[in-house]
């Protein structure tokens, strides 16, 4: 069974702090892909980042970057010096590689309030 | 743009009706994939299309089905409808099985309200 369990869920933080959102995860699979989605309050879900299970090297994306750490079963993310566009719902998600097709398993999301 | 698009954007309909949730993958995409979006259950799979065959099930009611076509645009159909299947509906599509790794893009979604 697979979970991902983000338990912040609600952060609020001023303009220009940095800000860290937590991700957990379970999985028995020994490959799998980890997935971070942006929700706007328009409510579409953004595509951020996919990281593969067999690479542990950090991303960095301007003010985004993310830390994968296989030996707690995390994947944070990091914005820097956030901006009130950065407001909106942000959610972790796990996929297993199956070759019978991969649901994505998400987690319950954490709001984040860039205030001005 | 996600290059997956979703009709309609919006849908008002009262209970005990039925509608049909339309998708159209990114080009090339072969699977498509149906979400549910609700307040008190967060984001859920309800099903898996690949290449027009259904793949895999999620938490999907029987009063819901789904099909994909030859085309490979895709239809959510949601029948006796509750006040509580009230929510936003995504489809996402991908590149397949076998491609576990390649990223799910999701459309704007359907934001269904049974009144």
């Known amino acids: 069974a697979q979970k991902v369990t983000q338990a912040q869920t609600e952060i609020s933080v001023v303009e220009k702090e940095d800000v860290t959102l937590d991700c957990v995860y379970e999985t028995r699979d020994t490959t799998y892909y980890l997935f971070w989605y942006k929700q706007p309050p328009s409510g579409e879900l953004v595509f951020l980042i996919r990281?593969?299970?067999?690479?542990?090297q950090n991303e960095i994306s301007g003010r985004y970057s993310w830390n994968f750490q296989k030996s707690t079963s995390s994947f944070n993310f990091t914005i820097t010096a956030s901006q009130v566009v950065d407001s909106a719902v942000y959610f972790c998600?796990?996929?297993?590689?199956?070759?019978?097709?991969?649901?994505?398993?998400f987690g319950e999301g954490t709001q984040l309030t860039v205030n001005p | 743009d996600s290059g997956v698009t979703q009709t309609p954007k919006h849908l008002i309909t009262a209970t005990g009706q039925r509608v049909t949730l339309r998708c159209s993958p990114r080009s090339g995409d072969l699977s498509v994939y149906w979400y549910q979006q609700s307040l008190d259950q967060g984001l859920q799979f309800l099903i898996q299309?690949?290449?027009?065959?259904?793949?895999a099930k999620g938490n999907i009611l029987e009063r819901f089905s789904a099909q994909q076509f030859p085309d490979l645009h895709s239809e959510l159909n949601l029948s006796s409808l509750e006040l509580g299947d009230s929510a936003l509906y995504f489809c996402a599509s991908s590149a397949g099985p076998g491609t576990g790794g390649t990223e799910a893009f999701f459309g704007q979604g359907t934001r269904l309200t049974v009144v």
């Open positions: 299309y690949y290449n027009g065959e259904e793949r």
């Open positions: 998600a796990l996929r297993p590689r199956e070759t019978s097709g991969s649901r994505l398993t």
């Open positions: 990281r593969n299970s067999f690479d542990e």
